[in-house]
């Protein structure tokens, strides 16, 4: 089984700050990528994905990922964060076919806390 | 759109009692509905997936009998932690992936979650 591994499980920034999370995951087969964020007191939304094509991918709000295969990574970046980025990110991570396609494995969360 | 709509989203109840969650999909048709679990500080673990009309397919070591999944109609699915007992509390979030979300691996549309609490 693939796991997703977040490094960070809480990054405190203050507002304008450089934004990276890191995420790996472990399959060697052709993935799908995605970021997901939870606000305080709301559901898991889609940041943004990566299926095929270019490897840096831009999001919603200003944010972007670089998926980079031989690193096996699938970093989220944002160059200037805001208070409302405070939230949960996770990273997950899908097979790219056979019996889990579809199927979603998700990294531990990072807690991203912006100061004002 | 692609709302995803779970009931409760807190429960608190005496062990060995049941209790069942509901998850809709609230403006489209879902024809595969995820259910994971999520302990503190953890990230989510898939139990199972459902398709509507045929049996929900388990995830290894999720105990079919213990947590029981219907998906009767395109709009919802329930899931039943029967005999609950305190190390079943935990987070329990749904989600939902349409019949124009095609192929499979298109993003799933999330429900707010229940907090499950067993006393």
């Known amino acids: 089984a693939q796991s997703v591994s977040q490094h960070n499980h809480h990054v405190i920034l203050s507002e304008a700050a450089s934004l990276e999370l890191g995420c790996n995951y472990s399959y060697g087969g052709t993935v799908n990528l995605f970021w997901y964020v939870q606000y305080p007191g709301q559901h898991l939304q889609l940041l943004l994905k990566y299926f095929s094509g270019d490897p840096l991918v831009k999001g919603i709000k200003g944010f972007e990922a670089e998926f980079i295969k031989s690193k096996f990574s699938f970093n989220l970046r944002k160059p200037s964060v805001q208070w409302s980025d405070t939230a949960e990110y996770f990273c997950a991570v899908s097979e790219d076919g056979g019996t889990s396609y579809g199927k979603l494995t998700f990294g531990q969360g990072t807690i991203l806390t912006v100061h004002p | 759109g692609a709302v995803v709509s779970q009931h409760p989203s807190r429960v608190i109840c005496k062990s060995g009692t049941s209790v069942k969650i509901e998850c809709r999909s609230l403006?489209?048709?879902?024809?595969?509905m995820f259910w994971y679990r999520q302990f503190p500080k953890q990230s989510l673990m898939l139990m199972a997936t459902?398709?509507?009309?045929?049996?929900?397919?388990?995830e290894q070591g999720v105990e079919k009998d213990k947590f029981l999944i219907n998906h009767a109609s395109l709009t919802l699915s329930t899931l039943t932690v029967t005999s609950a007992h305190p190390e079943d509390s935990s987070f329990y979030i749904c989600s939902a992936r349409g019949v124009r979300d095609k192929p499979p691996n298109q993003p799933q549309h999330f429900g707010d979650g229940t907090r499950l609490s067993i006393l």
């Open positions: 459902s398709n509507e009309g045929s049996k929900a397919t388990y």
């Open positions: 403006d489209f048709q879902a024809t595969t």
